[in-house]
C-alpha cells in the first residue's frame, strides 16, 4: 500500500463527509427501482405504473442511509476484529 493510496482514501473520506449531495445517481437508481418493481410485480400489473419524484427520493434518501449505516458497521467490526 502506497502513502499515495492512503492519501487519496482519506481525500474521498472527507469529501464524502462534507458533501450534501446523493450517492448514487438519480437516473441509475430510478432504472434500478423500476426493473425491481417490474420484476417483482411481474404480469399483476393491470397497468403501467408511476412514481412520483417525491417517491423515488425518500427511496433513495432511506436506501443511501442504509447503505452507510452497513459502512459504518462494517468499519467498527474491524477495528474490533484486531483486538
Keep these: 500500500m502506497l502513502f499515495s493510496d492512503v492519501a487519496k482514501w482519506f481525500w474521498e473520506i472527507k469529501h464524502y463527509q462534507k458533501s450534501t ?3 448514487i445517481p438519480l437516473r441509475a437508481f430510478s432504472h434500478l427501482i423500476r426493473e425491481y418493481i417490474a420484476k417483482e410485480c411481474g404480469r399483476r ?3 403501467p405504473y408511476r412514481m412520483s419524484r417525491e417517491a423515488l427520493a425518500a427511496l433513495q434518501e432511506i436506501a443511501e442511509e442504509i447503505l452507510t449505516m452497513l ?4 468499519y467498527v ?3 474490533f476484529s484486531d483486538l
Design 45 to 47: 400489473l393491470l397497468r
Design 77 to 79: 467490526l474491524m477495528i
Design 21 to 23: 449531495a446523493k450517492l
Design 71 to 74: 459502512f459504518e458497521l462494517a
